[in-house]
């Protein structure tokens, strides 16, 4: 059996990125062991996220950033300026190779291509049984991605963000590469959430995929008509080659994802619940959790610590607004079209990102349908307060 400080199960973006910061600190002395089932050799997904200025560490292998970005819907429409942020996007294969390529210059961390069956805490340590020798490994701490969330709690919300993308190719130059479409919600949104996004990579090239907020997915060839549909009538585009295609279900939940489930166990990225209820969005934070659980490893020799009540009041505004989405109280069209409509575009995505005072949320809640958001607050209550009995 071998003993090490660190495992990192699940290799993908969560660990990457834990892994990342351990080897920027002094903990790159410490023995680390990085279990994944699979290699990361294939561009499997993009990530796209918003910051100021270039906070990141992966700002090299930004692919694509822009500061405008458009925005569609029924009532309103509007060019986005984005201030002092810009909306980024990095590909999944230059963040592994970027990543992969930094890791590998340490002798202290190790890799090994298993499934791995269990984990379990103990006194002794954290124990990981993978492959088919059912190996055992043995660590301080045990850091798992590969967790699949349940979310069943019939007193919180769980709806899905759910999107198919192509990555086209056109024969004449018709995308801006400086505007990249945020939301397009000119769509049919048959009770849901539905829109599209446009990320321009040159003026043939571009990345457009169909979005939804809802409980259920479509059957397969829905998001292909919808595609194929929003190209061609929407956009105008005929002649188009599909390069590309990207699929992918987050959850969108606010049911309770704790990150510690045992003293030597802590669950990271979507399996620790690192993912925005209210948008999907996982990326950033993952940066930001990770460099937390390193700074407290650090500082305090453990990798959690306790965040406040009022650090997490985000949680709570992320479960209205789920119950409003879930219980069709208001279309989720018209809840962005009045946040972008009244509110600086900065501005909400500083509130979207948890990185605004708690004067600056109330001025933006104050500009979204004040009845229905009510019901729904009051509703989010009642749940809380059921499911305590
Ligand atoms: C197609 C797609 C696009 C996305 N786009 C965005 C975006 O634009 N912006 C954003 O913020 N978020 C986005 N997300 C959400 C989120 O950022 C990603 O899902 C992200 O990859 C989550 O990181 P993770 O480490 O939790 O999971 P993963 O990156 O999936 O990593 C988990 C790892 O665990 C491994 N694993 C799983 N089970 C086992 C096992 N039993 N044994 C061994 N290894 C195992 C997997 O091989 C994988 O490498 C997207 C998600 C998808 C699916």
């Not at 059957?219 to 992918?248: K, R, S």
Request: net charge neutral; with cysteine.
């Amino acid at each position: 059996m071998r003993r090490y400080d660190f495992i990192i199960a699940g290799g993908g973006m969560a660990g990457l990125s834990l892994a990342y910061y351990l080897n920027q600190s002094v903990l790159r002395n410490k023995s680390i062991l990085i279990i994944d089932k699979a290699e990361k050799k294939t561009n499997d997904r993009t990530w796209c996220f918003w910051e100021r200025g270039e906070r990141n560490p992966f700002e090299a292998i930004v692919y694509r950033k822009w500061q405008v970005v458009d925005f569609y819907e029924p009532t309103f429409s509007a060019q986005l300026h984005l201030g002092d942020y810009w909306y980024k996007m990095i590909r999944g294969i230059d963040f592994y190779t970027f990543v992969l390529t930094d890791l590998l210059q340490n002798p202290n961390i190790e890799f090994v291509a298993q499934t791995i069956h269990r984990i379990t805490n103990t006194p002794q340590g954290a124990f990981v049984i993978a492959g088919d020798e059912a190996t055992t490994y043995i660590a301080d701490y045990v850091f798992d991605s590969t967790y699949t969330l349940k979310l069943t709690d019939p007193h919180r919300h769980n709806l899905l963000q759910h999107f198919k993308g192509w990555e086209i190719e056109t024969d004449q130059p018709v995308f801006d590469v400086n505007r990249a479409t945020l939301m397009d919600f000119r769509v049919f949104q048959d009770n849901d959430s539905r829109f599209f996004y446009i990320l321009p990579l040159s003026p043939t090239r571009a990345l457009v995929e169909y979005t939804l907020f809802s409980d259920k997915l479509l059957p397969p060839e829905a998001y292909v008509d919808q595609l194929t549909h929003y190209l061609q009538h929407t956009i105008g585009l005929t002649g188009y080659t599909i390069l590309h295609e990207e699929f992918g279900v987050i959850p969108m939940t606010d049911e309770p994802t704790p990150e510690r489930v045992g003293k030597r166990i802590i669950r990271i990225g979507t399996a620790g619940g690192y993912t925005k209820a209210s948008t999907g969005y996982t990326f950033v934070r993952t940066q930001r959790f990770t460099q937390e659980i390193v700074g407290n490893l650090l500082t305090i020799g453990k990798p959690l610590k306790k965040r406040s009540l009022f650090r997490r009041r985000h949680r709570l505004y992320d479960s209205i607004l789920l119950n409003v989405l879930a219980n069709h109280r208001y279309p989720g069209s018209e809840v962005f079209a009045q946040l972008f409509r009244r509110n600086e575009p900065a501005q909400v995505l500083a509130f979207l990102d948890e990185d605004t005072t708690f004067q600056e949320e109330l001025k933006i809640m104050s500009t979204v349908p004040l009845g229905q958001f009510t019901v729904a607050a009051l509703d989010v209550f009642r749940k809380r307060v059921l499911s305590l009995i």
